[in-house]
């Protein structure tokens, strides 16, 4: 079951009617029941959704569910065990920092269980494969590499699994910080398989998860429209890139330098387009069962810094690679170097999570240093005022975005092909490559069936509407009001309906 089909659509129907009418029935008996039903409801779709997708790995959710539910409650007791003896009036000050010292010790040493649990699980399904492949390739050990491809070709980890172990180490950390851990295992696992973000976020922490729902009319028209202009996003735009990156980027040796660079354009798009088109799904599914999970996209491709594009591309797992990994390593308050490491380290991280392949490491790399420069520039900047004038000048703003998009667009090739050799073919063949003379032929008008330039200028024509829509909402303040998103929403679905590609194409982030 895809988010952009009719069972989905079918399947969303009826759980909302039953939801509504359940919750309105038993409300006026009982505040319990009604909040028991709510989530029984729930957690009983979301294992239905992810039945349809991956009905064997219920049992192994379910099971980390349970561990990180009573991991939390046995932080949370040991950290309150503690609290009291070491208030104790008839000990000394020696024996209360000792005794402090101790159960903070234990305390920690769960917490870390906990996120050694999860990480290893991660590791398991998704990394052993890479891990022995890049042992085995210097040592040329062909048994060890012959076992990796081995475990590879059997061993498919579960959809959503490295979203899934994020927010359990965020939950076992907001613990271990004082937030109250739940008693309520049922509301703790509806909130872990939540159907609309289970399989690729939003990263969502689950106290911003526990607000009682409910639903405005504005809300409910919001969630409709969420979810026909994701739907718009994903089958419309992401799809029918994706059909011309496919064909650029399957055909490497073919492909001339312009035919890379509109490819490298495009898939930044498709992208963009795929996954906040799915986030807005997301998004506007859980607004209809009155839970408001947070936004992921803000106008990515149009930030004049790195620093400034990683707060508003993935929100949320930025948000969580700040909070979990930035300010613990230290942040920025221990001097410009410390800082600058710090910032490299959370994105080689971000690049591994993302995949197990060297071309998502070099990638978290690249995207390091390049906050590393941008850390490095600001510090200047603030020494020398003539450059902090010239960086906020029309050309240096236009030079700031330029250096960004080119960054972040030329960084994608290695997203979209880790694999290292394809990645330099396209590198390589960006300056003075003729290509195949079939290219045009084959993809343009045959498989295509327009022109490069046709192609050129569509893609042209979605930068120009998206930078309209950026420059109304963002610089004229406007937004559409109910009534005119109540009109789209139909035309939007119809649309879908009848233009997107036959079959639909997985959401690109399910890999990851």
């Not at 062909?142 to 359990?168: H, K």
Request: charged content about 10%.
């Amino acid at each position: 079951m895809t988010f952009v089909s009719n069972i989905y659509a079918l399947f969303l129907l009826i759980l909302l009617i039953l939801y509504w009418s359940g919750v309105h029935l038993l409300a006026k008996n009982s505040a319990q029941k009604y909040q028991n039903f709510q989530l029984w409801l729930l957690l009983s779709a979301s294992i239905f959704f992810y039945a349809s997708l991956q009905w064997w790995y219920i049992p192994l959710l379910l099971a980390i569910t349970l561990i990180n539910f009573f991991l939390a409650r046995t932080i949370e007791a040991q950290s309150k065990v503690g609290g009291k003896q070491a208030q104790n009036n008839q000990l000394s000050n020696q024996e209360w920092e000792q005794l402090q010292g101790f159960w903070n010790r234990r305390t920690t040493h769960l917490l870390w269980l906990g996120i050694s649990l999860n990480v290893l699980l991660l590791v398991g399904f998704k990394y052993i494969p890479f891990i022995l492949n890049s042992v085995a390739a210097p040592l040329n050990l062909s048994f060890v590499t012959q076992s990796a491809n081995w475990i590879r070709d059997r061993l498919i980890a579960p959809l959503g699994l490295s979203f899934f172990t994020f927010e359990c180490i965020a939950y076992l950390v907001d613990v271990y910080r004082g937030a109250p851990a739940t008693r309520q295992l049922l509301q703790f696992t509806s909130y872990k398989l939540f159907f609309p973000k289970l399989i690729s976020g939003p990263i969502t922490r689950f106290h911003d998860f526990t607000s009682q729902p409910q639903i405005s009319f504005d809300e409910s028209i919001e969630g409709l429209w969420l979810i026909a202009s994701g739907a718009v996003k994903k089958a419309l735009l992401a799809d029918n890139l994706a059909i011309y990156v496919d064909l650029c980027y399957g055909n490497l040796e073919r492909a001339g330098s312009g035919d890379l660079w509109l490819a490298t354009l495009a898939y930044g798009l498709q992208l963009y387009f795929d996954f906040s088109g799915y986030v807005d799904i997301v998004r506007g599914t859980a607004l209809l069962f009155g839970f408001n999970l947070p936004e992921n996209f803000d106008f990515p491709y149009f930030t004049i810094s790195i620093a400034d594009f990683w707060r508003r591309w993935h929100i949320t797992l930025g948000n969580w690679l700040r909070n979990y990994l930035y300010f613990p390593l230290g942040g920025s308050r221990q001097g410009l170097g410390r800082t600058c490491l710090n910032l490299f380290i959370i994105m080689l991280i971000a690049g591994i999570w993302h995949g197990a392949a060297w071309g998502y490491v070099i990638w978290g790399a690249l995207h390091g240093i390049a906050l590393v420069i941008h850390r490095l520039t600001e510090s200047l900047s603030k020494s020398w005022q003539w450059l902090a004038s010239w960086w906020q000048s029309f050309f240096g703003i236009l030079l700031a975005w330029i250096l960004t998009q080119v960054m972040v667009f030329t960084s994608w090739v290695l997203f979209r092909l880790p694999n290292l050799g394809q990645a330099t073919t396209v590198f390589q063949h960006y300056w003075n490559y003729a290509g195949d003379t079939q290219f045009a032929q084959k993809v343009y008008a045959e498989a295509l069936g327009l022109q490069r330039y046709h192609v050129t200028l569509l893609i042209a024509a979605l930068i120009s509407s998206m930078s309209i829509i950026y420059f109304v909402q963002r610089g004229l303040k406007l937004q559409l009001n109910w009534t005119i998103k109540l009109i789209l929403v139909p035309i939007c679905l119809y649309c879908v309906w009848i233009l997107a590609p036959e079959g639909g194409l997985p959401y690109i982030y399910f890999d990851f």
